[in-house]
């Protein structure tokens, strides 16, 4: 799907962000980690043509770094190659002030690492227990931790 647009995201953006985010995932971001987000680094919603947002993407910068912190598309909208679009225009939007992008992924989340994989990203190693995640055992859900993959891409050379 090609029919949506990358825009600066903005404070009047987070309801919708947020209920996305909700949708999503079982550990959500707060809306305190939105606001942050929007006073410490450079985020993006993605909008359909009908004006609907359907996922977004924050990043932390520091120098020629960025950091990929959340990217999420609209458990509505997934499937559709939305994810792999975005990215692209994410990639195309930092390459020109960035050299160098990080990220960390649920280890368990195979279609993201798949993705960034695909985009050039290398699998750079493990951060152990860093996601909070529910583990079943003996039949009972519990509250656990999951590894997190470290990845990176270089977007230009020097």
Do not use: H
Request: proline content about 3%.
């Amino acid at each position: 799907m090609s029919d949506f647009f990358v825009r600066a995201m903005s404070e009047t953006d987070l309801p919708d962000v947020l209920a996305i985010e909700r949708k999503a995932y079982a550990f959500p971001w707060s809306q305190k980690g939105f606001e942050n987000a929007l006073d410490q680094g450079l985020n993006f919603v993605f909008e359909n043509l009908q004006k609907q947002i359907i996922g977004y993407g924050c990043f932390l910068t520091v120098l020629d770094e960025a950091t990929l912190m959340n990217l999420c598309i609209s458990p509505d909208y997934q499937g559709q190659g939305i994810a792999k679009s975005a990215l692209k225009q994410l990639l195309e939007k930092l390459q020109d002030n960035f050299q160098f992008i990080y990220l960390e992924v649920r280890e368990s989340n195979r279609p993201a690492r798949n993705l960034y994989t695909k985009f050039g990203f290398s699998e750079d190693g493990i951060r152990k227990n860093y996601y909070p995640a529910w583990i079943k055992k003996d039949g009972v859900q519990t509250e656990g931790r999951e590894d997190a993959i470290l990845m990176s891409k270089r977007l230009r050379n020097i």
